[in-house]
């Protein structure tokens, strides 16, 4: 079995087929880096470092202006990380579950015009077991409270207690209750206790963007990939970058070609392949992959491949604390370090409030978090002001202000992206990667009522930052695509004109071609996706182990040169 990347979505499929006995081939784009690799350096270690040089790949992005025009650019946003584990070494690993009415958003809430809104071919009492398998695998932390919209759950709690929590936590719990509200703790993909060969988190502080050096964050490469190599069973190959799945004359898949670190041009043979390289790579790789039976790339008979992709709608909100209204005690709780704020509100999972909404709508989550202590990124952010650059006095006091005279909370708002014919995925016509491919081609528009929702819940993040005493108050929301937080574009789905993934993740129109990375979601629900695309992937393993006969594979999976 060849499994084509080695994140959320194509290490699960790897783990459960090694530990099985098949015999597994994982291409990785990036390289093999582990905890020594990971220091508290925001220059050398955050996700950009582990990003494509931008003169060897890159995508193009066309995106609407002001104006509602879409115009090109190219860009290397895109890339969640070319490593072994993928963007799960640098997730925040906020780790919400779906709920049930995720999984019926046409149903529960009917159609919005200009948006192409489906239900998905599986309901979530089928993936709640692997929601479940995901928690003691990948070690998730957390304390289930009852709440409004709690989704059912097949255990009573998370199978590790809470990380640490910032004494911020107990104002914003008090806050929230005087507001009529339901605080939420934040399950988290990061150990609060040792477990197996891995740390509990040091509460450094360095965690979304960087990649963690004590084992505690829940990485595919610390939580599956390691045991899956050891079996013996699993190799993974670096630095191969995938660039064609060759089919035969039925349209199923025989090979995989790809250039090796040293630039040689190999193939491998292998009776399935699981295709796991983020939404936007896994769409571009089956385009370019032509053939007698795929004469438009593979399985896109009815122009599937590439459409309904969607994005993280949502948006950011701050709260401003000035240190010097409080008491010394005070002040030094709020300059404490390490421990999480750990709280979240879903009350707005579903919006029933007819004075914003003529009838209820998906809502989504409002996640109270903070940054890394990223000084350097900081000062730099800091100076801008209005889009006005400040120099000087000016960007001296803000500088001071910013550092040692207040102290900023930050809330992140996830809603869905509603997938619309202007958001998608297609092969540019001109820009090529070092290799001579192709470059994708990302078109992100967005639907308006994503921008409305949105600012329901930043206008709601604010009114829990100023109950909690902030000086300063504000939010903003997103129109144009988050960098990492991208799903869809090959949507799962019982009817292939509709579709591009049968309800088990098969491509239409194969036998034994798979996607398993978060390309399969219909939509992104209103959280982070990362757990829901490693517990389908869970899902996606146990319908392949179902599939594969008994018969030794070893044999049929072979790497040799043109």
């Known amino acids: 079995v060849c499994v084509i990347g080695s994140g959320a979505g194509g290490s699960p499929v790897a783990y459960e087929l090694a530990k099985a006995g098949y015999k597994v081939i994982i291409l990785e784009k990036g390289g093999w880096f582990d905890e020594k690799d990971f220091t508290k350096d925001e220059m050398l270690s955050r996700r950009r470092v582990f990003r494509s040089k931008f003169k060897d790949e890159r995508h193009v992005l066309s995106e609407p202006n002001s104006k509602g025009e879409f115009k090109e650019s190219t860009t290397s946003q895109f890339w969640g990380g070319n490593i072994v584990g993928g963007a799960t070494n640098f997730m925040s690993a906020y780790f919400h579950r779906l709920k049930p009415q995720d999984f019926r958003l046409l149903s529960t809430f009917g159609e919005i015009e200009g948006a192409n809104i489906v239900d998905w071919p599986i309901s979530y009492e089928d993936l709640e077991p692997y929601y479940t398998k995901v928690e003691n695998l990948i070690g998730v932390s957390g304390k289930v409270v009852n709440h409004p919209n709690l989704e ?43 477990h197996k060969d891995r740390n509990a988190c040091v509460l450094s502080g360095y965690c979304g963007s960087f990649g963690c050096e004590t084992k505690a964050k829940g990485s595919s490469r610390v939580a599956l990939l390691n045991d899956a190599v050891k079996s013996g069973n699993c190799e993974v190959i670096t630095y191969a970058k995938a660039y064609q799945i060759n089919t035969n004359n039925s349209g199923n898949a025989e090979s995989v070609s790809f250039y090796d670190a040293d630039g040689n041009d190999l193939k491998i043979l292998a009776r399935k392949v699981v295709v796991a390289c983020y939404s936007i790579e896994s769409s571009r790789l089956l385009l370019a992959s032509k053939g007698v039976k795929h004469p438009d790339g593979i399985g896109n008979k009815y122009q599937q491949i590439g459409k309904n992709l969607h994005c993280c709608a949502g948006g950011t909100g701050h709260g401003v604390f000035d240190l010097s209204k409080l008491s010394e005690y005070e002040q030094n709780e709020m300059l404490l370090r390490g421990p999480f704020f750990n709280r979240a509100l879903q009350d707005w999972y579903t919006i029933d409030d007819q004075s914003a909404f003529d009838k209820p709508v998906k809502g989504g989550t409002i996640d109270f978090v903070f940054d890394p202590p990223s000084f350097t990124s900081n000062a730099m952010d800091l100076r801008f002001k209005n889009g006005k650059l400040l120099w000087g006095t000016e960007l001296k006091q803000r500088l001071k202000s910013h550092f040692t005279q207040s102290k900023d909370f930050k809330f992140e708002v996830f809603c869905d992206w509603l997938p619309n014919d202007n958001c998608h995925v297609s092969l540019d016509k001109k820009e090529k990667d070092k290799w001579g491919s192709a470059v994708a081609k990302v078109k992100a528009g967005y639907h308006p009522h994503d921008l409305k929702v949105a600012q329901y819940l930043v206008d709601k993040g604010v009114e829990v930052m100023k109950k909690m005493g902030a000086d300063r108050a504000y939010g903003n929301v997103w129109s144009s695509p988050t960098s990492n937080l991208m799903a869809g574009g090959l949507r799962f789905g019982n009817n292939p004109e509709t579709s591009a993934l049968d309800a088990n993740c098969r491509v239409h129109g194969t036998e034994n071609i798979y996607v398993t990375d978060g390309s399969f979601m219909p939509n992104g629900g209103s959280v982070t996706p990362t757990f829901t695309i490693y517990a389908n992937s869970f899902r996606v393993a146990d319908k392949i182990l179902q599939s594969l006969s008994n018969r030794a594979i070893e044999q049929n999976t072979l790497v040799f040169k043109y």
Do not use: N, Q, W
Not at 161 to 175: G, M, N, S, V
């Open 152 to 194: 059912p759950r097949s255990t009573a709690d998370y199978p590790f207690p809470p990380t640490a929590e910032h004494p911020i936590a107990k104002k914003f719990d008090k806050a929230v209750k005087e507001l009529g509200y339901h605080s939420l703790p934040m399950a988290r993909g990061i150990l609060s206790r040792p």
